[in-house]
């Protein structure tokens, strides 16, 4: 069983910024895509963004672009998803996925692996 180990949530006021991590077994995603999605109560869990196993390739949901940078570092074998203008509608649960490939993007069948999950509040 592989553990994605993520963290850096919490409650945060509309215009905030918040950094979430996550870690994982060097072997597993050093060479793998990783990918960040995000589920609100009652909504379907969707794509937030995503990097290449090396950082040259990234994408993002629209609803994101511009406030949010996905970044990674692979000799610590850590990715990170830096939020910045926050907003209620940003409050979800966030999650971290390992890629099946080097190269991956919005669609969750193509994530292995999955983390817990970590808890993302915006207040207005």
């Known amino acids: 069983q592989v553990q994605l180990i993520e963290s850096g949530g919490g409650v945060v006021q509309a215009g905030g910024s918040l950094r979430l991590s996550c870690a994982c077994p060097?072997?597993?995603?050093?060479?793998?895509?990783m990918g960040w999605f995000r589920q609100a109560p009652g909504e379907e869990r969707e794509f937030v963004g995503s990097?290449?196993?090396?950082?040259?390739?990234?994408s993002y949901a629209d609803s994101v672009k511009g406030r949010f940078t996905i970044s990674r570092d692979n000799a610590k074998a850590t990715v990170y998803l830096q939020m910045n203008s926050l907003a209620p509608e940003d409050t979800a649960v966030y999650y971290c996925?390992?890629?099946?490939?080097?190269?991956?993007?919005?669609?969750?069948?193509?994530?292995?692996?999955w983390g817990r999950g970590t808890q993302v509040t915006v207040s207005s």
């Open positions: 996925a390992v890629g099946l490939k080097a190269y991956a993007g919005a669609v969750a069948k193509d994530y292995r692996y």
């Open positions: 060097r072997r597993t995603c050093t060479n793998n895509a």
């Open positions: 990097i290449s196993w090396n950082g040259s390739n990234k």
